[in-house]
C-alpha cells in the first residue's frame, strides 16, 4: 500500500474506531437510563431510549458501509486487516447491546404499575452497573489493543452471571411471598436475561480485541465440543 494510501486508510480507520467508542458510550448510557426507567416506571424515559436506538442504529449502519469501503478499496493486509475486522464485529456487539437495552424498557412497560419487590431491585440495579462496567473494560481494551484485558472479560463475567443467580432466587422469593406475580416475574426474569447478555457481547468484543493483538482466531466453544466428541487433537499454532 502506498504512503499516501495508508496515511488516508489510518485516518479512515481512526475515523471508523472513535465512533465505535462514541456508539459504546451512547449503549452504556442507554443501559443506565433503562434501568432507571425499569426501577421507577417512568414511561416517557422508556420511550425516549427507544427513539435514541435509531440514532445508535444510523451509526452502526455508516460504520459497517465504512468498513466494507476500507476492506473493498484499500485491500489491508496483516494487523491493519485484524484491527478492520475486529471493528466490524465491535460494531454489531454494540448494537446489539443498545437493542438489549430497548428490550429491557419495553419490558418496563409491560410492567408499568407493578411494584418491584426491594430485593428484586436491588440485584437490577447491580445487574445494570456490571453489565455497563463490562461494556467500558472491553472498549478500553480494543481502544488500547489490550489482549490481555480483553482475555479477562471472560472471567470477569462470572460477576454478572452470580447476579443472575441471585437475581432469580429473590424473584422465587418474591413470588412465594405473594409480592410478585406470575406474569411481572416472566417479564423480569427476561429482562434479568437481556442485562446478563449485554456481559456476553462485553465478552465477545474482549475476544476480538485478543484477535486484533495476537492473530488468534478465538474457537467457538461448539467447534470445540465437536472436537472432543470426534477425539480430534487440536492443532498447535503456527509460530
Known amino acids: 500500500m502506498p504512503d499516501e494510501m495508508r496515511k488516508t486508510f489510518h485516518k479512515d480507520l481512526d475515523d471508523v474506531r472513535r465512533d465505535l467508542v462514541?456508539?459504546?458510550?451512547?449503549?452504556?448510557?442507554?443501559?443506565?437510563?433503562?434501568?432507571?426507567?425499569?426501577?421507577?416506571g417512568d414511561l416517557a424515559l422508556c420511550q425516549a431510549i427507544i427513539d435514541d436506538d435509531d440514532e445508535v442504529d444510523v451509526l452502526c449502519s455508516?460504520?459497517?458501509?465504512r468498513c466494507f469501503r476500507l476492506l473493498a478499496l484499500q485491500s489491508p493486509m496483516a494487523a491493519d486487516l485484524r484491527i478492520l475486522a475486529a471493528s466490524?464485529?465491535?460494531?454489531?456487539?454494540?448494537?446489539?447491546?443498545?437493542?438489549?437495552?430497548?428490550?429491557?424498557?419495553?419490558?418496563?412497560?409491560?410492567?408499568?404499575?407493578q411494584e418491584i419487590p426491594p430485593r428484586v431491585r436491588g440485584v437490577i440495579s447491580l445487574m445494570s452497573d456490571e453489565?455497563?462496567?463490562?461494556?467500558?473494560?472491553?472498549?478500553?481494551?480494543?481502544?488500547?489493543v489490550n489482549g490481555a484485558l480483553g482475555a479477562a472479560l471472560?472471567?470477569?463475567d462470572d460477576r454478572l452471571d452470580q447476579l443472575q443467580v441471585?437475581?432469580?432466587?429473590?424473584?422465587?422469593?418474591?413470588?412465594?411471598?405473594?409480592a410478585l406475580p406470575l406474569q411481572p416475574a416472566i417479564q423480569l426474569a427476561l429482562i434479568?436475561?437481556?442485562?446478563?447478555?449485554?456481559?456476553?457481547?462485553?465478552?465477545?468484543?474482549?475476544?476480538?480485541?485478543?484477535?486484533?493483538?495476537?492473530?488468534?482466531?478465538?474457537?467457538?466453544?461448539?467447534?470445540?465440543?465437536?472436537r472432543a466428541r470426534r477425539g480430534e487433537v487440536q492443532p498447535t499454532p503456527a509460530s
Open 154 to 156: 471472560h472471567d470477569i
Open 166 to 178: 441471585q437475581f432469580v432466587e429473590a424473584m422465587f422469593e418474591a413470588h412465594g411471598a405473594q
Open 88 to 113: 466490524m464485529r465491535v460494531n454489531s456487539d454494540l448494537e446489539r447491546s443498545a437493542d438489549l437495552a430497548v428490550n429491557i424498557v419495553k419490558g418496563a412497560r409491560r410492567i408499568y404499575g
Open 192 to 226: 434479568a436475561r437481556y442485562f446478563e447478555r449485554i456481559g456476553d457481547h462485553a465478552v465477545n468484543i474482549g475476544e476480538r480485541v485478543s484477535f486484533m493483538a495476537s492473530g488468534d482466531q478465538p474457537e467457538h466453544p461448539g467447534a470445540a465440543r465437536l
Open 22 to 40: 462514541r456508539m459504546s458510550v451512547m449503549a452504556t448510557e442507554m443501559m443506565t437510563l433503562a434501568a432507571e426507567a425499569l426501577l421507577g
Open 131 to 144: 453489565a455497563v462496567r463490562m461494556i467500558r473494560l472491553a472498549m478500553e481494551a480494543y481502544i488500547e
Open 62 to 65: 455508516s460504520i459497517d458501509e
